[in-house]
């Protein structure tokens, strides 16, 4: 098949030539996807879009117009498209669920040892010369309790690794799962989860019910100095109502490598430009706030799972075999 890969970036491009052993033709193309660029995809059968690709009504109606039958998004959210629309347009879109559920569970303990021990201002510091410890004090995550709100692939994987720790893991999903019981997770109700957990880790995906799952009255009820660690969706955070939670010190720390508004910023090297997001500039002013940009899947294991989950998907529309990996409304 003719695919158009938008966003690519020359790790996706060298991961995908090695992929594609079915030979597909594959036009890589350094641009989003946008109202603007869906001409790129002329004559192609396929789409491969990723996270900050725009899949809406209009986008997706172009597409169809110029003849794709498929999108096949390298990603495993799939909350940027309109599923509703590509239903009635009998667009199929499949996705690559639980790539490496390893690689974001890990950069979320990455993101919680770096601000708990103070480890990004430890490194500008020494650099410096400056081998004071004050301002650096963490505490043992041994016997702390930690919340993970969605306990599905990356969640399950990231309680174990807190259990490792010695810590009392406490969870909040819809639909619990034995493995996590089996290791020795407690399900809660979410609110019990604000109220007892010394850190929130936020591991579901964006839907209509958990968007701004973190707002002011979830804050409120939070433990006081909490972390929150996001490695899921920007906008299961209220950006506003976290910066008023540093502010008075409600949040301690806060770990994030999503951002509601990240589509204008992440995966892009802006450092000669000036920053127009005003609530992002002020997060990133916070010395207790750590913010990488959307690299919590990047991992070789996870590219290469990625470009062959895509290929296989893609191959079996193409051979009429029903699409693997489709996404539904439910999305379960
Ligand atoms: P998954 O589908 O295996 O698990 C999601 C879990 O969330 C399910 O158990 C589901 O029941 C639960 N859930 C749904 N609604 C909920 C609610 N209202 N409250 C609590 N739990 C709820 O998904 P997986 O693979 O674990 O990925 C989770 C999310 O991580 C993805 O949706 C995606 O947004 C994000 N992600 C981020 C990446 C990054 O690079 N930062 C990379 C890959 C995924």
Redesign the pocket.
């Known amino acids: 098949m003719r695919i158009a890969m938008f966003s690519s970036k020359p790790y996706d491009i060298e991961s995908f030539q090695l992929a594609n052993t079915a030979g597909h033709e594959i036009i890589f193309l350094e641009p989003k996807l946008t109202p603007a660029t869906v001409p790129l995809a002329g004559d192609c059968d396929a789409v491969c879009a990723f996270?900050n690709d725009d899949l809406g009504a209009t986008v997706l109606e172009g597409l169809v117009e110029q003849g794709v039958r498929l999108i096949a998004l390298r990603?495993?959210?799939?909350?940027h498209v309109d599923l509703a629309t590509a239903r009635r347009l009998g667009l199929s879109v499949v996705r690559v669920?639980?790539?490496?559920?390893h690689?974001?569970a890990e950069?979320a303990v990455g993101l919680i040892l770096a601000l708990n021990r103070n480890i990004h201002r430890a490194y500008n510091r020494v650099r410096e010369h400056n081998f004071a410890l004050t301002g650096l004090l963490g505490f043992d995550l041994h016997g702390r309790t930690v919340g993970v709100?969605?306990?599905?692939?990356?969640?399950?994987?990231f309680a174990k690794i807190m259990l490792g720790f010695g810590c009392r893991v406490v969870?909040?999903?819809?639909?619990?799962?034995d493995t996590c019981r089996s290791v020795g997770v407690e399900y809660l109700h979410?609110h019990d989860l604000f109220e007892q957990s010394d850190i929130v880790a936020?591991?579901?995906?964006?839907?209509s019910?958990?968007y701004h799952?973190i707002d002011a009255a979830a804050i409120e009820r939070m433990r006081e100095g909490v972390m929150i660690v996001n490695?899921?969706?920007g906008a299961?955070v209220d950006a506003s109502a976290v910066i008023d939670g540093l502010k008075r010190g409600r949040i301690g720390h806060l770990g994030l490598?999503?951002y509601e508004e990240e589509a204008d910023l992440f995966f892009e090297d802006l450092s000669d430009r000036v920053v127009h997001d005003d609530v992002f500039a002020r997060l990133i002013t916070f010395p207790n706030v750590l913010i990488t940009g959307?690299?919590?899947?990047?991992t070789i294991e996870?590219l290469t799972r990625i470009a062959e989950t895509t290929i296989a998907n893609v191959s079996a529309f193409e051979r009429g075999e029903g699409e693997l990996h489709l996404v539904t409304d439910s999305?379960?």
């Open positions: 996270v990603s495993a959210g799939f909350n669920p639980g790539y490496s559920p690689a974001v950069h709100i969605g306990t599905g692939q990356i969640g399950t994987e969870a909040s999903d819809p639909y619990p799962n979410r936020l591991h579901c995906p964006l839907t019910e958990t799952i490695t899921s969706r299961l490598d999503v959307h690299q919590a899947f990047f996870a999305g379960r």
